[in-house]
């Protein structure tokens, strides 16, 4: 019987298009519980919330025993509600099955409560510059489409955001942080907008990114060090590990590249993956300017024994014995020069131009100084870079 009093009232007397004196206008508190958060790849995300207004309408207001009137979604149409907009949202969907997804309440003072489900996939503007080890804040931003704040202001009522179960929540990259509320006012050349934000604090999980990533650049880099410890002469062996470890950190780069959106800057993961493949790079460098290094010296030992006199015949007991030149004694030293002291004090390159002053260097040695240098360099490397992107 009331809701057909209630029926009739509202087709000749009440206009739910028009935004009257009788509605309160300072008043109207929004209350946003979350069941469900999805965050995509590609700067979006998925929230499933039931969203809540409450104002007064004075001409709503009725004189009956019952202080609540609990009407179906079909009057909702009938009333005058917010014209609330969310700013960021690309698509929203409400509710239907198996009835649609709406309550509406009216107090006996005209104070209305109304709710509805909703799935909005909302922009969330990523700054992925510290990828895997950032931090985000998703907005859900709203406000009136066309009413300015001098004719419609919004307020947040006291604990008006919750969040369900977090177990429902399908974060399997992000840890949940928090989330907070924020109320502004945006100007336009249409007046002053109140606008709610709500944010969502995310923090992503580097454990599937050091599983993919991390460890197989690591051992990848380590495994051409083993070539420090191969025999020189082993070109077959130092080759094929070299060429194994570039292309390698090549293949790992390229799934590296697509787990994460096309952004135009470097990324943290980048730069990791872009040191080791130089370390591994430089490994098979290493070989080729030792192996060229070696062939060279091979060459001007062959020059200096075919221009060398004879050699001398020395006889001992009746018997003939030709004297040993040994590698060595091509490298003695010229008269009156320090060895330790001149990068230049042998036979070969006294015709030069060097610098005085230079220690002599054995690029034959070569091996055993990159066995030190490159783990000690990627050792400092790995202590700046997580040091820097975990705590700085």
Not at 182 to 194: F, N, P, Q
Not at 254 to 274: E, G, N, Q
Not at 284 to 302: F, G, Q, T, V
Request: glycine share 4%; proline share 3%; net charge neutral.
């Amino acid at each position: 019987m009331l809701e057909d009093q209630w029926q009739s009232f509202m087709d000749t007397v009440y206009d739910s298009n028009l935004l009257s004196a009788y509605v309160v206008r300072n008043l109207i508190g929004h209350y946003t519980k979350c069941p469900f958060f999805k965050l995509g790849h590609f700067y979006e995300y998925q929230i499933d919330i039931f969203f809540a207004q409450t104002w007064t309408d004075s001409r709503l207001r009725f004189n009956s025993t019952m202080k609540i009137l609990t009407l179906n979604s079909n009057m909702v149409g009938l009333i005058w509600i917010p014209d609330t907009i969310f700013r960021n949202s690309k698509t929203a969907e409400a509710h239907w099955i198996t009835t649609p997804n709406q309550l509406l309440r009216i107090w006996n003072d005209g104070k209305i409560l109304y709710t509805l489900r909703l799935t909005i996939n909302a922009e969330c503007q990523l700054q992925l510059h510290n990828f895997p080890m950032d931090e985000h804040s998703c907005p859900l931003i709203f406000s009136s489409y066309g009413y300015p704040m001098d004719e419609m202001t919004y307020r947040w009522r006291k604990n008006s955001v919750e969040t369900s179960n977090q177990k429902s929540w399908r974060l399997y990259q992000f840890d949940f942080m928090g989330l907070r509320n924020t109320t502004e006012i945006v100007s336009t050349s249409a007046g002053d907008y109140i606008v709610m934000t709500v944010y969502f604090d995310l923090s992503r999980r580097m454990g599937y990114f050091t599983i993919q990533t991390y460890i197989p650049c690591i051992l990848t880099v380590v495994l051409s060090w083993v070539s420090f410890w191969i025999k020189k002469d082993a070109t077959p062996a130092r080759t094929a590990l070299g060429i194994t470890t570039v292309l390698t950190m090549t293949t790992l780069s390229t799934i590296a590249r697509k787990s994460l959106p096309r952004v135009s800057y470097v990324t943290a993961m980048d730069l990791f993956v872009t040191v080791c493949f130089l370390f591994v790079f430089a490994a098979l460098m290493e070989y080729a300017a030792l192996n060229y290094y070696s062939s060279c010296k091979k060459d001007s030992i062959k020059h200096v024994l075919d221009i060398r006199p004879p050699p001398t015949v020395i006889t001992l007991n009746n018997s003939l014995y030709w004297q040993e030149f040994e590698e060595a004694c091509v490298y003695e030293c010229l008269d009156g020069k320090d060895c330790q002291s001149f990068f230049c004090c042998y036979d070969e390159c006294k015709s030069g131009s060097w610098r005085r002053g230079r220690i002599h260097i054995d690029l034959l040695e070569l091996d055993s100084y990159s066995r030190v240098f490159f783990p000690t360099s990627f050792l400092l490397f790995n202590l700046v870079y997580w040091v820097g992107y975990l705590y700085l």
